[in-house]
């Protein structure tokens, strides 16, 4: 198994721009989320899927939507760039929501300009 | 939230043991604790987790007080690839659901170890 994988490592973006991040997990695992990553904090939920056609917010939304339109890929698109995005973003899954373990992918490093 | 406490940085060598020390005296009874670790440049790796016994799995022990206002994530024999960032969250499997369940990453410990 390949576990989480996520595309692009890196990205650069203008601000304004727009672009998709990728996430895909190759476990059947129903649960899959996006976190956001700043320099000296924890993680932050921006939104999570409890199943294929469900999605819902986390604790720092806005600026990001999602879709799951299958079990296996959860992609994360920003609609309209700010230098506030610059992060690095991380995706999990696991088996449910209610899992113990969650596995997390190596993530996307995004700078905004 | 149920908020934890832990040290910002702890220094070891390697090959000795590590005892990793989280305070969440505000913990609930539905409250698990979990521990993950992150090592440089990678995403978070679930290490153990427990409610009230101590656990054992291949990675490390997680010991639990009995009042289960604190445990301590023990590393038997250090090594350098054990350097990393390690979080102690509490996560509540005892109500609502939904962005309930999240994980909350707080600072963690940095752990260096010393060959």
């Known amino acids: 198994n390949a576990g989480v994988t996520q595309t692009p490592k890196f990205q650069v973006l203008k601000t304004g721009q727009s672009m998709t991040l990728q996430c895909a997990q190759d476990m059947n695992h129903e649960y899959m989320s996006w976190y956001r990553q700043d320099p000296g904090m924890g993680l932050r939920l921006i939104h999570y899927s409890v199943g294929a056609g469900i999605t819902d917010q986390g604790e720092v939304p806005n600026g990001y939507n999602v879709s799951r339109s299958t079990t296996e890929d959860f992609p994360l698109r920003l609609l309209s760039a700010a230098p506030s995005q610059t992060s690095v973003y991380f995706c999990?899954?696991?088996?449910?929501?209610?899992?113990?373990?969650?596995?997390f992918g190596p993530g996307t490093r995004l700078t905004v300009t | 939230d149920a908020k934890t406490t832990q040290p910002n940085s702890m220094e070891s060598n390697e090959e000795e043991p590590v005892h990793l020390p989280c305070n969440h005296s505000?913990?609930?009874?539905?409250?698990?604790i979990h521990w993950y670790r992150q090592l440089p440049s990678q995403g978070p790796e679930y290490v153990i987790h427990?409610?009230?016994s101590n656990v054992n799995n291949r990675m490390a022990s997680l010991a639990i007080a009995e009042d289960r206002k604190s445990s301590t994530l023990i590393l038997h024999r250090a090594t350098l690839r054990d350097a990393a960032v390690y979080y102690c969250?509490?996560?509540?499997?005892?109500?609502?659901?939904?962005?309930?369940?999240?994980?909350?990453f707080g600072k963690g410990t940095l752990l260096t170890v010393n060959p």
């Open positions: 969250i509490l996560r509540d499997r005892g109500r609502g659901g939904g962005s309930n369940y999240k994980l909350t």
């Open positions: 999990a899954s696991s088996q449910t929501q209610l899992a113990y373990e969650q596995y």
């Open positions: 505000t913990i609930s009874g539905t409250d698990y």
């Open positions: 427990g409610l009230t």
